[in-house]
């Protein structure tokens, strides 16, 4: 097993180290300087200037002789810049996250119900 941490390769009785799948990718992203993946460009509307914000996620992992990841942005809202004051708009949408909450209560309600009798 070797953690995504470099392999020995014999190769004319000498020992060189590679470097695996997994490693190049963790490298990849933590020499990444700048927030680019969550912070968009800046858009200016008159006065004001718009910043798209965003939620990265990503994971890797290997086992044997495979590899592999999975990477996700989702955009989470927006910096509206003015010259008075900055404020977060978030693209989340209250409507859907109230049905939500009034659904899941219904049914943990019935559920409480059912299990009383």
């Known amino acids: ?4 941490q470099t392999q020995p390769n ?3 009785g000498k020992k060189e180290y590679s470097e695996t799948p997994i490693n190049t990718i963790f490298n990849k ?8 993946f969550i912070y968009g460009e800046p858009i200016e509307l ?8 965003a939620k990265v996620k990503y994971a890797v992992g290997g086992g044997g002789d495979g590899s592999g990841g999975a990477f996700t942005i989702k955009p989470i809202g927006v910096y509206v810049i003015t010259p008075d004051q900055v404020r977060f708009e978030s693209t ?9 909450t009034v659904v899941v209560g219904g049914v ?9 009798k």
């Open 1 to 4: 097993m070797n953690n995504g």
């Open 10 to 12: 014999e190769f004319a």
């Open 29 to 36: 992203f933590a020499n990444q300087k700048d927030v680019t």
């Open 46 to 53: 008159g006065l004001q200037k718009v910043v798209p914000v």
């Open 92 to 100: 989340l949408d209250r409507k859907k996250l109230t049905a939500l």
């Open 108 to 116: 943990l309600g019935l559920w409480a119900l059912c299990k009383g």
